[in-house]
């Protein structure tokens, strides 16, 4: 699909022209990677309701018992559809998109609310996996994160327990569940690269997830422009400067072609 013509040229002349452009991505960038979205009438929650929010307390309470009931216990088969889903994603045409234009020094950052990795797969090094990462182990207490093949499970010794010197409590799957509070190191970096941002990209997110939400606002509250990309309207529009309405994986491609052309130029 062609998005329209003259809001593309005018997103396209603010990424040329700004000198720190930021993202927020959601789930819809990784839709046409076959991964399911959460809301709307297509919906992973729409169908099933949101998960539990006191998955984290239960972790806290027994860590052991947590960690059983994740390796061993019977698994919701639409959650489990959405891990397999998840595993099996390639980025698509939207993420590499993403990644050229950090490679243009035009997206500075990406805070992503994805845990799929695909923006990293596609090249993309200045990111925030503010939701974490599904590849990836935390430990809550230090803020200790390590890729699982470098902290290695044993289903024989739950709970894992942390590596750091003077920390030694347990840790859990990277991924922030519904009711845990998001690291604070990741809030702390989604605050900095906001204070920093001349233009905020919002692509594949229906923004109505907080604390991240919070910051396409701030920014646009201090006159930063805001992109909106995505095919139907989300909490966030009425904030938008331009609104490129269509899936990201078409959307993207475009956009990069016409900056691009406006360098060039
Ligand atoms: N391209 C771009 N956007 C798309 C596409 C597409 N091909 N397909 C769908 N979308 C849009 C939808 O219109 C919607 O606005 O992606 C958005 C997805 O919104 P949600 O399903 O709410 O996902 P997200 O915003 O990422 O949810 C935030 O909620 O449940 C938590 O942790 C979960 O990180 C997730 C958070």
Redesign the pocket.
């Known amino acids: 699909m062609t998005v329209d013509s003259g809001s593309l040229a005018r997103a396209a002349d603010l990424l040329a022209t700004c000198s720190y452009a930021i993202a927020l991505t959601?789930?819809?960038?990784s839709?046409?990677s076959g991964v399911p979205?959460?809301?709307?009438k297509s919906?992973l929650?729409t169908k099933i309701g949101?998960p539990r929010a006191d998955g984290f307390e239960r972790f806290l309470s027994d860590p052991e018992g947590w960690w059983k009931e994740r390796l061993f216990g019977e698994r919701d088969p639409d959650i489990q559809n959405l891990m397999d889903k998840l595993h099996a994603a390639k980025p698509n045409a939207?993420h590499y998109a993403m990644a050229e234009l950090e490679a243009m020094g035009v997206l500075r950052h990406v805070i992503t609310?994805?845990g799929d990795d695909l923006h990293r797969q596609a090249g993309t090094t200045s990111l925030t996996e503010v939701?974490g990462n599904i590849y990836w182990l935390r430990c809550p207490a230090c803020g200790g994160r390590w890729h699982e093949d470098s902290l290695v499970v044993d289903p024989e010794a739950l709970p894992p327990w942390c590596p750091e010197p003077g920390c030694g409590s347990p840790v859990k799957t990277d991924s922030v569940g519904f009711g845990e509070p998001v690291p604070g190191a990741h809030l702390q970096r989604c605050e900095l690269e906001t204070a920093r941002a001349d233009v905020f990209m919002l692509?594949?997110?229906?923004?109505?997830?907080y604390p991240v939400a919070h910051y396409p606002q701030l920014a646009a509250q201090r006159g930063v422009p805001l992109i909106e990309?995505?095919?139907?309207p989300?909490a966030l529009s009425d904030w938008a400067t331009v609104i490129l309405r269509g899936?990201?994986?078409e959307v993207l491609p475009q956009l990069v072609e016409a900056v691009r052309e406006r360098r060039a130029a």
């Open positions: 959601g789930a819809g960038v839709h046409e979205t959460f809301r709307g919906g929650w949101e939207g609310q994805n939701h692509a594949g997110t229906s923004a109505v997830v990309i995505d095919p139907e989300t899936p990201s994986g």
